[in-house]
């Protein structure tokens, strides 16, 4: 199910993204919460966008159309790459929707650890859940989330916010 405008009104306000110079959301799906983000986003900023599926890369590319934004197609274990080969800062924000609860443990963590590698001290990870299984990925790297619910979303949804030191 696409994210409510509510969440990602939310997902915008933790992330602040409005403050941003450098921005990634992994797994955009259908292109929601891009969208939100690219509204936000200053002039001059960029978004890195990283879909793994291929038929939400495609519809992104077709539906989304603004020079601040970078579509890859590609895992979320390559964002440090991604990130250097685009010779982007390190992200003042990284949302993300991809959900950790389904994905192979070793895969998760290590998606939580370059994560905690790339983003900027002060920057910030916001991810939404359905399940809480990112916070125990995440904690290690970043300590204690703020933990909130959508419950204006289907289905409501848990966001976590965690602040680089």
Sequence with gaps: MPSSPRLEQRLVRNGCIAQAKCVVELGPGTGGTTDAILQALPPAARLMAIELDPHFHDHLRRTLHDSRLLLEHASAERIAELLSAR???????????????????EVSDRIASLVAQVLRPGGRFVAYQVRAHVAGFMTPYLGEPVREWELLNVPPVRVFTWVKA
């Design 87 to 105: 010779r982007l800062a390190p992200p003042d924000t990284i949302i993300s929707g991809i959900p950790f609860s389904t994905m192979p443990a």
